[in-house]
Every structure is written in structure tokens, then in C-alpha cells.
């Protein structure tokens, strides 16, 4: 899963940023409005970390500007405006979760892991594929009722896959689901990560569509 | 306790019981000079009213004792006639016209005439004129003195009357909850009572101003926290989710950090609350020369560890009113900006000058310097520069209160803070005492 975070306070952007790596997500970190709306108008994100109280051009504006241009990228506010009016402004502006200063990695993990569900259009929050049991809270994948022992980037890419069965995924797409900015991406990297996933999971699970991508087939 | 009530009844009264008794001897004296004016004429008449021809002498044999009117005749030989009252404490002459004879029993009225051949004289005492007057006088006077209590209790009830607005005024103050700082109604109000409600309404609106700005303050203070608290918060969690040392170490660095920024905060605005009541500072013959030197001395390894060169260009001597410590907190304000916004290999000088008698401070740096735009802004609280400038935050973080404690504290002393650009194409901040 891919998220932009904007934030511009340096410490808060680190700290998120740190532990949302450690959860499988990939995360680009932008500073100021308009890097985030440049950002979130070029590339393609799972959900978007909006702080309000921005530089060059205020949170909520870019929100709307988002909104405007029909991006209908789930964004969750991130902010120390904690005014029931403030909350109210920032959900009419678009925002679908709105979470105040400070808040609990844990309750930011699991609102985020909510809107994404949302997005995909699923209520469960457990993710299943035939013998397959994917807990995007959890960061467990079960077969058959037993745990696979998956690495976070593993996990992501899995999640990926199984988020949109019978779609494919370019490697671009993948690696873009797997890595933030500035990470080091080595060049055949998803191609190791598909080789474990198959090796663990059985090797018919993700498919190779040549010259496109790779992709779950939809449930049997 | 004085009670306006009180004074004003009691100086009534004494005015009243002062014109009453200044009135009653008026009349007294009035009445005494009619009396006088009407017994003469009736001394007159019986003297006129005596018989002309010559007596034979009779001894009186009436005599009382108590005189109402002595009366005396002689013969044209200056033989004594007849004596009404032979024990009257008169002299044995005779007087003619009126006259008053001071006598061992008090002042008597005489008249003596000449009737035919006989020479008479009549006299009164003049107890019964004044007795008299004294009655015309009292009798006048004896319904005022009556009255005199009813009087009071009509100016005590008139005067609870007429202070009835302020007690009206006491007791809207009185049942107000403490936050209600709108004004009091100033209409209807006596023109005696108007200048103390105008008076309270001025203090009314200068504390609600106080507080509005107390409550801005402790809310932005409140906001301001939740920041640095929000990354202390996230670097605690990531600590606890740590899976090996190194990223642990790496993690409580940064909790240090975090709580670092978070002290800072506190403290700036610990200052700021210090600083906060805008009296003026607690007066004190300050040696600028070497409190300046002092805070520099101070912030040299500082700006050593940032590679910055910092340095006094000069010093005069020069004493100023005021207090020692908020200058310095203010005096450490300005260099920790100049340091921290310098960049490496940068130099910050600090000239201490007196110019027309005010010292003046001026602290240059070879920093990026504060936008034109920006610089009356940079004096507010929580204010950062580039904000909302088209240009990217500096990186040095900050908790957006040291201009706001500098300008207060500067205020408190009387001294004004100019930004400029120093020389060094950085920022120059002028103080001027």
C-alpha cells in the first residue's frame, strides 16, 4: 500500500513514516501543500496523511483543490486543530477520517487499514483467497488455517495482489505499492519477492502475464 | 466605615439646629427692640397721664415687693412725693428722658419728666422685656425644633432614595458571574453616578481584553504542545515496537530529541507567561556592557558547535532601568536566532553603542534574513517564518515564541525593535533603549 504523507513537522513526519514502514506501507513524505498536490495529482496512492497547518498553501485547500480535480484519493486528516468546527470543515471538505494530535500509531494503523478497506469496497477486514488468509491488521497470512511467516514487503505485495483479484499489476505498480521515495529498489527485486511468495504460498497462487504484470486469479 | 447616609444626616441636622438657633436670636432680638419700643410708649403715657398739680406728700404703703412698674414723684423742691416701691433698688434721682439704670438687681428702663410742678419718674425692670421677647421668640420657634426629628427621618429615607443607583450598580456587580465582563447599563443612571459606572465599564473592558488575550494565549499554547507532544508520542511508540538494539538506540534518540523540543516549548512559554502582565519591569540599574558580554560569552560554544563566528565588534559602556534577568532571557533570544538561522561558516557580530544618550544593541548576522513583508508578523506568537511565503521553511526548528518574548520584554522597557538588513546580507536587529 502506497501513502503520501504530508506533514511539516520533520519529527512527526519521520516517526509516522518509520512506523509505517514497519507495517508494509510504502511512504512518500511531502513538506507543503504544494508538493502535495503535485504529488497526489501525478502518482497513484492508496490514501493520503493530510496535516492542515501547512506551508504555501493550507491542508484544507488542498484537500478541496483534490476534490475539485475529482481525485478520489481517501485522505485522512492529521492535525492539532481539535475544534468540533475544524473536524466538521475538514470532513466537508473531503476528508474521510480526521484524527487529532496526538495520536496512537495504533489507532493511525488501524484507521488507515479501514479507509482502505472502504476504498476497496470490502467490509470484512480480513482479506480471504480461497485457502489464503490475508489480516492487514495483523500482518498475518494464514493457509489453511496455519500462519505463513511473510516479510513486511512480502506482505505488501501480497496485499497488493489480493486487493483487486483478477486485475494485473505491473512490476512499475507493484514496486510503487512495495517502496516510498528515495528507497533503494533493487532492479529484479519483485521478481525475488514473487519467487517467495510462490515458494511459501504454492507456486500456481500469482500469476505471470508476460510482458504485463502479474496477477491473483478471482476466487474459483 | 464612612456612610455617605450618615454624613449627610448629621450635617443637615447641624445646619437646620445652626439656622434655627441663628434664626431664634434674630427674633429674639427683633421681638426685644418692639418691646422696647412699646413699653417706652407706655412709660410715656402713664408719666403723661399723671396729675399736674402739686402733691401732698403720701408714703406708699403698696409696696409688694415684686415691681412691675416704679414709679416717683418729687415736688418742684426736689422733695420726694411718693414712692411706689420704696424697696426698688433705684438710686434717688431723678433723670429726665429715657435712660437705663444698672442696678445690684439688673438693668432697669427709667423715664423721667416733668408733669406740672412735679417731677416724675418711671421705671421698669427690663427682665420683663426681655422674658417677653424671649416667649415672641420661642413660640415662633417651637414647631421648627418639633419638626426637627421628623425632618431627619425624611432626609435619612430621601437620602437612601438618592443612593439607591449605586446600590442598584453594587448589586448587578455583585450577583455577576466572575467570567461576565460585558458592561454595566449606563442609562437611567443619577449624573453623580455615571462617571463610576463609565469608570467601571473602562476597567470592565480592559480586564475582559486581558483575559481574551489569556485565553488566546493558553489556547495557543495548547495547540502549539500538541505538535511537539504528537512526535513525542510516535517516537515513545516506535521505541516500544523496536526489534533489535540498533534500531532501539536509534529510536530513544529520537524520543530525546522529541522531548528536547518539548521542554523548549514549555520553557519559551514559561517566559512568555513571565513576561505576560504589560506593567513595567522591576527597575534596576542594569550594566548592558557586561550583560552583553556575559550572554555571549555564554552562546560562544554554542555557536562554535553550529560554526558560526560570533563575536562583540563593540562595546560602550552603558547602564540601563530595568530587569536583569528578562534582559537576558531577551538578550539570548536574539543570539540564539542569529546563531541558529546562520548557516555554517556564517558570522553573527554584536555592537553595543550609545547614541544621543540611548544605548543602542545591535545584533548582525550572515543569515537568509526575514522577508520585508514578513517583519512586523515575525513579533507574533507561534508565528514562523516562511509559513506562508512562497518559499520553503528553514530547517532549524523553533517554537515560534522568541520574537514574541523579545518584543514584550523590549516593551517593558521602553525600548524599540527595528529589523534591518546587516551588512553581512543577513539580519540586523536593532534595540534601542
Not at chain 1, 41 to 48: H, K, R, T
Not at chain 1, 53 to 62: A, C, F, M, N, Q
Not at chain 2, 223 to 243: F, G, K, M, Y
Not at chain 2, 368 to 395: C, K, L, M, Q, S
Request: hydrophobic share 45%.
Amino acid at each position: 500500500m502506497r501513502i503520501l504523507l504530508v506533514e511539516d513537522d520533520r519529527m512527526i513526519a519521520e516517526g509516522v513514516r518509520k512506523a509505517l514502514r514497519g507495517e508494509g506501507f510504502a511512504v512518500d513524505w511531502v513538506e507543503d501543500g504544494e508538493a502535495a498536490l503535485s504529488a497526489a495529482s501525478g502518482e497513484s496512492y492508496d490514501l493520503m496523511l493530510l496535516d492542515l497547518g501547512l506551508p504555501k498553501r493550507d491542508g484544507l485547500d488542498v484537500l478541496r483543490t483534490l476534490r475539485a480535480r475529482s481525485v478520489a484519493l481517501p485522505v485522512l486528516i492529521l492535525t492539532a486543530r481539535d475544534a468540533i468546527a475544524d473536524r466538521v470543515k475538514g470532513l466537508d471538505a473531503g476528508a474521510d477520517d480526521y484524527l487529532i494530535k496526538p495520536f496512537d500509531l495504533d489507532e493511525l494503523g488501524a484507521r488507515m487499514r479501514a479507509l482502505i478497506r472502504r476504498q476497496s469496497g470490502r467490509s470484512e477486514s480480513l482479506i480471504r483467497h480461497g485457502s489464503i488468509t490475508l489480516d492487514p491488521a495483523s500482518h498475518q497470512v494464514t493457509q489453511d488455517g496455519l500462519p505463513v511467516a511473510l516479510s513486511a514487503r512480502e506482505f505488501a505485495l501480497l496485499e497488493a495482489l489480493l486487493a483487486r483479484p483478477g486485475a494485473v499489476l505491473s512490476k512499475t505498480q507493484l514496486e510503487e505499492k512495495m517502496y516510498g521515495w528515495g528507497e533503494e529498489i533493487g532492479s529484479n527485486t519483485v521478481e525475488v519477492y514473487i519467487h517467495a511468495l510462490r515458494k511459501k504460498l504454492g507456486a500456481d497462487l500469482i500469476r505471470n502475464v508476460r510482458g504485463l504484470g502479474y496477477m491473483i486469479a478471482k476466487d474459483a | 466605615m464612612s456612610s455617605i447616609r450618615r454624613q449627610l444626616l448629621f450635617w443637615l441636622l447641624a445646619i437646620v439646629v445652626a439656622g434655627v438657633s441663628l434664626a431664634g436670636w434674630l427674633i429674639y432680638r427683633q421681638a426685644l427692640a418692639e418691646a422696647n419700643e412699646l413699653f417706652d410708649y407706655q412709660l410715656q403715657e402713664i408719666a403723661a397721664a399723671l396729675p399736674s398739680e402739686p402733691f401732698n406728700e403720701i408714703l406708699s404703703s403698696r409696696d409688694t415687693g415684686t415691681e412691675g412698674i416704679v414709679l416717683q414723684i418729687w415736688n418742684r423742691n426736689g422733695v420726694l412725693m411718693y414712692y411706689s416701691h420704696p424697696r426698688a433698688p433705684l438710686a434717688p434721682r431723678a433723670e429726665l428722658g429715657f435712660s437705663t439704670e444698672r442696678t445690684d438687681r439688673g438693668d432697669w428702663r427709667v423715664y423721667g419728666a416733668i408733669v406740672g410742678d412735679n417731677v416724675v419718674q418711671l421705671a421698669q425692670p427690663m427682665t420683663v422685656r426681655n422674658r417677653l421677647a424671649a416667649n415672641v421668640a420661642w413660640r415662633t420657634l417651637w414647631p421648627l425644633i418639633v419638626l426637627l426629628p421628623f425632618l431627619g427621618l425624611a432626609v435619612w429615607m430621601v437620602v437612601g432614595r438618592g443612593l439607591k443607583p449605586l446600590s442598584r450598580v453594587a448589586r448587578a456587580l455583585d450577583t455577576r458571574h466572575p467570567e461576565a465582563l460585558e458592561p454595566l447599563p449606563e442609562e437611567r443612571l443619577p449624573r453623580e453616578v455615571t462617571p463610576l459606572v463609565h469608570a467601571l465599564n473602562a476597567l470592565l473592558e480592559r480586564l475582559a481584553q486581558a483575559l481574551d488575550t489569556q485565553k488566546a494565549f493558553v489556547a495557543d499554547a495548547a495547540h502549539e504542545l500538541r505538535t511537539p507532544l504528537a512526535a513525542v508520542q510516535i517516537q515513545a511508540q516506535l521505541v516500544a515496537r523496536a526489534r533489535d538494539d540498533e534500531t532501539r538506540r536509534e529510536a530513544l534518540g529520537d524520543l530525546q530529541a522529541g522531548v528536547t523540543r518539548a521542554t523548549r516549548l514549555a520553557e519559551q512559554l514559561l517566559a512568555l507567561a513571565r513576561s505576560e502582565p504589560d506593567g513595567h519591569a522591576r527597575a534596576q540599574s542594569v550594566d548592558l556592557h557586561a550583560l552583553l558580554d556575559d550572554c555571549v560569552l555564554n552562546y560562544a560554544p554554542l555557536a562554535q558547535q553550529r560554526g558560526v563566528d560570533l563575536g562583540i565588534e563593540e562595546s560602550a559602556d552603558a547602564h540601563v532601568h530595568g530587569d536583569a534577568d528578562a534582559l537576558r532571557v531577551m538578550f539570548n533570544n536574539l543570539l540564539d536566532n542569529a546563531t541558529k538561522y546562520t548557516p555554517a561558516g556564517g558570522r553573527v557580530d554584536v555592537r553595543l553603542i550609545v547614541n544621543d544618550g540611548h544605548p543602542l544593541v545591535r545584533i548582525e548576522d550572515s543569515g537568509p534574513g526575514i522577508p520585508v513583508d514578513e517583519r512586523a508578523r515575525v513579533f507574533d506568537r507561534f508565528y514562523r517564518v516562511g509559513a506562508n511565503a512562497n518559499r520553503a521553511r528553514t530547517d532549524v526548528s523553533g517554537t515560534g515564541l522568541g520574537l514574541a518574548i523579545v518584543r514584550r520584554i523590549a516593551d517593558q522597557h521602553d525600548a524599540t525593535i527595528a529589523l534591518g538588513d546587516s551588512p553581512a546580507g543577513g539580519l540586523q536587529v536593532e534595540l534601542r533603549f
